[in-house]
């Protein structure tokens, strides 16, 4: 994949966008970031978390950016706008990691954060098709460029297919009866909306759905998103890529959404840690508080690990 450097421009006003950056104390409290000289943030997003990061960098410090979804790079050229020399930002996935570390001649990295899930702007948008509240095309892909969608997906994978998606990404307990139900349904048309699959995910799951906690569509469009956008096969392969960069005493920071991605962080860490690379800072993960979860509901699934380089 290609690497796209956007420089931010100048801006006085700040961005209006509604993004509560989940967790941040707990990472400014954590990293020691006004000793750090080099700080990636693999998720940049809105720039709502980057923009505290920014405040308790040193002046001299640089500040990475980086994401695959560039509709969100407008967003933090007005959050950010102020700090433009002491930010770079690139249009890129995780494993472009080190290509984007080598763009800028960067041998080392201070401080990682990987802030996982998706975005307010992105759930927000109808168009993007990322949420069952809201009805849009079936689409699901962080990087509009990137070739398959959600749609893609519904529509053409075997009922097999599509239930093994859903069992693996979505551990949801109906995987079997909604990936038949999806399948009968397009057999009259192709499922096109995310109302028309959320409507089909409820039939499916009928009744039982009055017993959960959660929305019936929840844990189905959550396995879409993801294989959609490969998130867990990016998430290992650029936190591999993310160690050898770190400097002695430096630290990286995952922020996990769901019991998948955080598997993954606590092996990786654990696995370095026997391998005398990494120490883990975080022997539990770290929770959102209950002030948070009063002041940003969506932050209550929210888990943070830190390990530090010896």
């Known amino acids: 994949m290609s690497v796209l450097t956007i420089q931010p421009a100048f801006n006085d006003q700040m961005a ?4 509560y950056p989940v967790m941040h104390r707990q ?49 933090v050229r007005k959050r950010l706008g102020k700090a433009e020399e002491r930010i770079q930002l690139f249009k890129a996935d995780f494993t ?6 080598e763009d800028l001649d960067i041998k ?6 990987f802030d996982l899930g998706i975005s307010t702007p992105q759930l927000s948008n109808p168009e993007r098709g990322f949420s069952f509240l809201k009805d849009g ?25 599509l239930a093994n998606i859903f069992r693996k990404f979505g551990e949801e307990r109906h995987y079997r009866k909604v990936a038949n139900f999806l399948v009968r349904a397009r057999k009259n048309k192709p499922i096109a909306t995310t109302a028309e699959l959320t409507n089909i995910i409820t039939d499916a799951i009928g009744t039982r759905y009055r017993d959960l906690k959660i929305h019936p569509a929840t844990r189905v469009f959550q396995s ?8 867990l096969t990016a998430l290992e392969e650029g936190l591999k890529k993310a ?24 092996h990786t860490f654990r696995d370095y840690a026997q391998e005398d690379i990494l120490k883990i800072i975080t022997k539990k993960p770290l929770l959102p508080d209950d002030e948070e979860i009063r002041e940003n509901p969506a932050s209550r699934s929210a888990k943070l690990r830190i390990a530090e380089k010896i």
Do not use: W
């Not at 990636?40 to 980086?66: H, I, N, R, Y």
């Not at 920071?253 to 993954?264: K, P, Q, T, W």
């Open 16 to 19: 209006e966008v509604n993004h």
């Open 27 to 75: 990472i400014l409290e954590s990293l020691d970031l006004q000793n750090r000289k080099v700080v990636v943030d693999c998720t940049v997003g809105a720039g709502a978390l980057a923009q505290k990061v920014l405040s308790q960098m040193s002046p001299e410090a640089l500040f990475v950016g980086m994401d695959k979804d560039e509709d969100t790079f407008e967003l």
């Open 96 to 101: 472009d990691l080190d290509k984007v570390l």
């Open 108 to 113: 080392e990295v201070d401080t990682f954060i």
């Open 137 to 161: 095309p079936l689409d699901m892909r962080m990087d509009k460029n990137a070739f398959v969608s959600a749609y893609d997906l519904v529509n053409n994978l075997s009922e097999r297919e």
């Open 224 to 231: 879409l998103r993801i294989a959609v956008n490969r998130e």
């Open 243 to 266: 160690i050898p960069f770190l400097s002695a005493g430096a630290r990286i920071a995952v922020i996990s959404f769901h019991s998948l991605e955080d598997r993954i962080v606590k």
